[in-house]
Protein backbone atom coordinates (compact mmCIF):
# COMPACT_ATOMS: atom_id res chain seq x y z
CA UNK A 1 0.00 0.00 0.00
CA UNK A 2 2.78 2.14 0.98
CA UNK A 3 4.54 1.78 -2.10
CA UNK A 4 1.63 1.78 -4.17
CA UNK A 5 1.11 5.42 -2.48
CA UNK A 6 4.69 6.82 -3.23
CA UNK A 7 4.24 6.25 -6.82
CA UNK A 8 0.89 7.54 -7.01
CA UNK A 9 2.02 10.86 -5.70
CA UNK A 10 5.36 10.54 -7.79
CA UNK A 11 3.15 10.67 -10.66
CA UNK A 12 1.01 13.28 -9.87
CA UNK A 13 4.10 15.55 -8.82
CA UNK A 14 5.31 14.66 -12.75
CA UNK A 15 1.80 15.77 -14.17
CA UNK A 16 2.16 18.65 -12.16
CA UNK A 17 5.53 19.71 -13.09
CA UNK A 18 4.59 19.10 -16.62
CA UNK A 19 2.17 21.40 -16.53
CA UNK A 20 4.20 24.02 -14.66
CA UNK A 21 6.21 23.94 -17.46
CA UNK A 22 3.54 25.59 -19.87
CA UNK A 23 3.62 28.50 -17.33
CA UNK A 24 -0.32 28.03 -16.83
CA UNK A 25 0.56 30.16 -12.98
CA UNK A 26 -3.50 31.37 -13.82
CA UNK A 27 -4.66 28.52 -14.51
CA UNK A 28 -6.91 27.06 -11.11
CA UNK A 29 -6.89 23.97 -11.82
CA UNK A 30 -3.21 23.62 -11.90
CA UNK A 31 -3.04 25.63 -8.58
CA UNK A 32 -5.39 23.43 -6.80
CA UNK A 33 -3.48 20.35 -8.56
CA UNK A 34 -0.34 21.85 -6.75
CA UNK A 35 -2.36 22.50 -3.28
CA UNK A 36 -4.00 19.02 -3.45
CA UNK A 37 -0.24 17.84 -4.49
CA UNK A 38 1.53 19.49 -1.20
CA UNK A 39 -1.38 18.11 1.32
CA UNK A 40 -1.00 14.72 -0.19
CA UNK A 41 2.66 14.39 0.66
CA UNK A 42 2.28 16.09 4.26
CA UNK A 43 -0.16 13.17 4.84
CA UNK A 44 1.65 11.17 3.46
CA UNK A 45 5.19 12.00 5.70
CA UNK A 46 2.82 12.03 8.86
CA UNK A 47 1.57 8.13 7.86
CA UNK A 48 -1.91 9.25 7.16
CA UNK A 49 -2.19 6.87 3.92
CA UNK A 50 -5.87 6.70 3.52
CA UNK A 51 -5.92 10.41 3.30
CA UNK A 52 -2.81 10.52 0.97
CA UNK A 53 -4.47 8.05 -1.32
CA UNK A 54 -7.59 10.54 -1.65
CA UNK A 55 -5.49 14.20 -2.58
CA UNK A 56 -3.53 12.26 -4.44
CA UNK A 57 -6.28 11.20 -6.50
CA UNK A 58 -7.90 14.41 -6.42
CA UNK A 59 -4.68 15.94 -7.19
CA UNK A 60 -4.33 14.39 -10.05
CA UNK A 61 -8.10 14.90 -11.31
CA UNK A 62 -7.25 18.59 -11.52
CA UNK A 63 -4.09 18.22 -13.43
CA UNK A 64 -5.85 16.13 -15.57
CA UNK A 65 -8.46 18.90 -15.96
CA UNK A 66 -5.20 21.49 -16.57
CA UNK A 67 -4.22 19.22 -18.95
CA UNK A 68 -7.16 19.88 -20.42
CA UNK A 69 -7.02 23.39 -20.51
CA UNK A 70 -3.82 23.86 -22.20
CA UNK A 71 -4.65 21.70 -24.81
CA UNK A 72 -7.99 23.68 -25.41
CA UNK A 73 -5.90 27.58 -24.77
CA UNK A 74 -3.21 26.11 -27.37
CA UNK A 75 -6.17 25.00 -29.68
CA UNK A 76 -7.81 28.48 -29.29
CA UNK A 77 -4.42 29.65 -30.01
CA UNK A 78 -3.88 28.38 -33.11
CA UNK A 79 -7.20 29.26 -34.45
CA UNK A 80 -6.59 32.98 -33.14
CA UNK A 81 -3.71 33.32 -35.60
CA UNK A 82 -4.88 31.02 -38.67
CA UNK A 83 -8.45 33.41 -38.42
CA UNK A 84 -5.49 36.64 -38.44
CA UNK A 85 -3.99 35.55 -41.04
CA UNK A 86 -7.35 34.47 -42.99
CA UNK A 87 -8.80 38.14 -42.19
CA UNK A 88 -5.95 39.44 -43.32
CA UNK A 89 -5.96 37.67 -46.73
CA UNK A 90 -9.42 38.87 -47.17
CA UNK A 91 -8.51 42.23 -46.89
CA UNK A 92 -6.13 41.44 -49.54
CA UNK A 93 -8.75 39.82 -51.94
CA UNK A 94 -10.88 43.22 -51.48
CA UNK A 95 -8.16 45.19 -52.13
CA UNK A 96 -7.89 43.84 -55.76
CA UNK A 97 -11.48 43.52 -56.21
CA UNK A 98 -11.67 39.68 -56.34
CA UNK A 99 -15.21 39.18 -55.65
CA UNK A 100 -16.16 41.06 -58.68
CA UNK A 101 -13.05 39.66 -60.92
CA UNK A 102 -12.51 36.26 -59.39
CA UNK A 103 -16.42 35.36 -57.77
CA UNK A 104 -16.12 31.30 -57.58
CA UNK A 105 -12.93 32.31 -55.53
CA UNK A 106 -13.81 34.70 -53.32
CA UNK A 107 -16.98 33.08 -52.46
CA UNK A 108 -15.16 29.92 -51.46
CA UNK A 109 -12.98 31.91 -49.29
CA UNK A 110 -15.89 33.91 -47.95
CA UNK A 111 -17.84 30.86 -46.95
CA UNK A 112 -15.30 29.06 -45.52
CA UNK A 113 -14.17 32.05 -43.09
CA UNK A 114 -17.92 32.25 -42.33
CA UNK A 115 -17.83 28.99 -41.17
CA UNK A 116 -14.09 29.04 -39.03
CA UNK A 117 -15.56 32.39 -37.42
CA UNK A 118 -18.53 29.67 -36.24
CA UNK A 119 -16.71 26.93 -35.31
CA UNK A 120 -14.74 29.74 -33.00
CA UNK A 121 -17.68 30.92 -31.54
CA UNK A 122 -18.68 27.34 -30.29
CA UNK A 123 -15.15 26.54 -29.45
CA UNK A 124 -14.89 24.23 -31.77
CA UNK A 125 -10.79 25.29 -32.50
CA UNK A 126 -9.38 22.82 -34.51
CA UNK A 127 -12.72 22.93 -37.28
CA UNK A 128 -12.02 26.95 -36.80
CA UNK A 129 -7.99 26.35 -37.69
CA UNK A 130 -8.79 24.40 -40.68
CA UNK A 131 -11.29 26.17 -42.40
CA UNK A 132 -8.71 29.46 -41.93
CA UNK A 133 -6.27 28.07 -43.75
CA UNK A 134 -8.45 26.56 -46.44
CA UNK A 135 -8.83 30.17 -46.76
CA UNK A 136 -5.78 31.42 -46.88
CA UNK A 137 -4.94 28.30 -49.26
CA UNK A 138 -7.64 29.53 -51.73
CA UNK A 139 -6.36 32.92 -51.84
CA UNK A 140 -2.71 32.37 -51.69
CA UNK A 141 -3.77 29.82 -55.06
CA UNK A 142 -5.52 33.59 -56.24
CA UNK A 143 -2.87 35.51 -55.49
CA UNK A 144 -0.41 32.98 -57.47
CA UNK A 145 -3.10 32.78 -60.25
CA UNK A 146 -3.38 36.77 -60.49
CA UNK A 147 0.28 37.30 -61.26
CA UNK A 148 0.22 34.77 -63.62
CA UNK A 149 -2.90 36.66 -65.20
CA UNK A 150 -0.65 39.95 -65.00
CA UNK A 151 2.40 38.29 -65.99
CA UNK A 152 0.53 37.10 -69.43
CA UNK A 153 -0.78 40.29 -69.80
CA UNK A 154 2.32 42.11 -69.36
CA UNK A 155 3.90 40.23 -72.15
CA UNK A 156 0.99 40.24 -74.43
CA UNK A 157 1.92 44.03 -74.27
CA UNK A 158 5.77 44.42 -74.17
CA UNK A 159 8.01 44.32 -76.86
CA UNK A 160 12.10 44.30 -77.05
CA UNK A 161 13.44 47.21 -75.19
CA UNK A 162 17.12 46.59 -76.72
CA UNK A 163 18.02 44.64 -79.88
CA UNK A 164 21.18 43.21 -80.66
CA UNK A 165 22.49 43.28 -84.47
CA UNK A 166 22.63 39.70 -85.59
CA UNK A 167 24.38 38.11 -88.80
CA UNK A 168 21.77 37.05 -91.39
CA UNK A 169 23.60 36.92 -94.87
CA UNK A 170 20.46 36.43 -96.57
CA UNK A 171 18.83 39.75 -95.43
CA UNK A 172 21.56 41.73 -93.89
CA UNK A 173 20.24 43.91 -90.48
CA UNK A 174 19.66 47.64 -90.88
CA UNK A 175 18.25 50.26 -89.44
CA UNK A 176 15.82 50.49 -91.73
CA UNK A 177 15.34 46.26 -91.87
CA UNK A 178 15.43 46.43 -87.79
CA UNK A 179 12.54 49.16 -87.39
CA UNK A 180 10.22 46.89 -89.91
CA UNK A 181 10.25 43.76 -87.85
CA UNK A 182 6.74 43.23 -86.40
CA UNK A 183 8.11 43.24 -82.86
CA UNK A 184 9.79 46.18 -82.99
CA UNK A 185 8.06 48.79 -84.66
CA UNK A 186 6.22 46.60 -87.75
CA UNK A 187 7.36 50.41 -89.78
CA UNK A 188 11.11 50.72 -91.43
CA UNK A 189 10.64 54.33 -91.78
CA UNK A 190 10.64 54.60 -87.88
CA UNK A 191 14.61 53.69 -88.16
CA UNK A 192 15.58 57.22 -87.37
CA UNK A 193 14.45 56.55 -83.75
CA UNK A 194 16.68 53.85 -83.24
CA UNK A 195 19.39 55.84 -84.79
CA UNK A 196 18.72 59.25 -82.60
CA UNK A 197 18.52 57.02 -79.71
CA UNK A 198 22.13 54.85 -80.29
CA UNK A 199 24.33 56.89 -82.64
CA UNK A 200 26.81 58.09 -79.79
CA UNK A 201 27.26 54.69 -79.52
CA UNK A 202 28.05 54.17 -83.11
CA UNK A 203 31.93 53.82 -84.46
CA UNK A 204 30.69 56.12 -86.55
CA UNK A 205 28.05 58.28 -84.98
CA UNK A 206 27.25 60.76 -88.62
CA UNK A 207 26.90 57.40 -90.36
CA UNK A 208 23.66 55.48 -89.46
CA UNK A 209 24.50 52.50 -91.90
CA UNK A 210 27.34 51.17 -90.07
CA UNK A 211 26.16 48.75 -87.60
CA UNK A 212 27.99 45.45 -87.32
CA UNK A 213 26.72 42.28 -85.46
CA UNK A 214 26.57 42.01 -81.89
CA UNK A 215 26.12 46.17 -81.80
CA UNK A 216 23.44 46.58 -79.03
CA UNK A 217 20.36 48.77 -79.80
CA UNK A 218 17.84 50.63 -77.90
CA UNK A 219 14.93 50.46 -78.97
CA UNK A 220 12.89 53.59 -77.50
CA UNK A 221 9.18 53.41 -76.72
CA UNK A 222 7.48 54.76 -79.18
CA UNK A 223 3.71 55.63 -78.60
CA UNK A 224 4.36 55.09 -74.06
CA UNK A 225 4.11 51.22 -74.86
CA UNK A 226 5.90 48.86 -72.38
CA UNK A 227 9.78 48.20 -73.97
CA UNK A 228 11.52 45.61 -71.70
CA UNK A 229 14.22 43.31 -72.09
CA UNK A 230 16.48 42.11 -74.76
CA UNK A 231 14.84 40.34 -78.30
CA UNK A 232 14.84 36.70 -77.87
CA UNK A 233 14.05 35.12 -80.90
CA UNK A 234 12.53 31.60 -78.89
CA UNK A 235 9.44 34.39 -77.91
CA UNK A 236 6.94 35.42 -79.67
CA UNK A 237 5.64 38.60 -79.83
CA UNK A 238 2.66 40.39 -80.99
CA UNK A 239 2.69 42.54 -83.85
CA UNK A 240 3.48 46.11 -82.63
CA UNK A 241 0.13 47.63 -83.79
CA UNK A 242 0.55 49.78 -87.58
CA UNK A 243 -0.98 53.18 -87.42
CA UNK A 244 -3.30 53.37 -90.46
Do not use: H
Not at 1 to 11: C, F, G, R, S, Y
Request: proline share 5%; net charge neutral; charged share 25%.
Amino acid sequence: MKKQLVILIALIVASVLTLGAQSLTENPDYQKSLELKSQATAAFDSGDYDTAADLAAQAKEYAQRSDQYVEKMLAKSKADKALSIAKDKLAWADSVNAKTLYPEDYAKASGEYAEAQTAYGSEDYATATDKARDVALILDNLATLIASDAAKKKAENTWPGVYIVRLIPQRRDCLWRIAEYPFIYNNPLKWTVIYEANKKTFRDPGNPNLIYPGQKLVIPSLEGETRDGTYDPDTTYKPFPKKQ
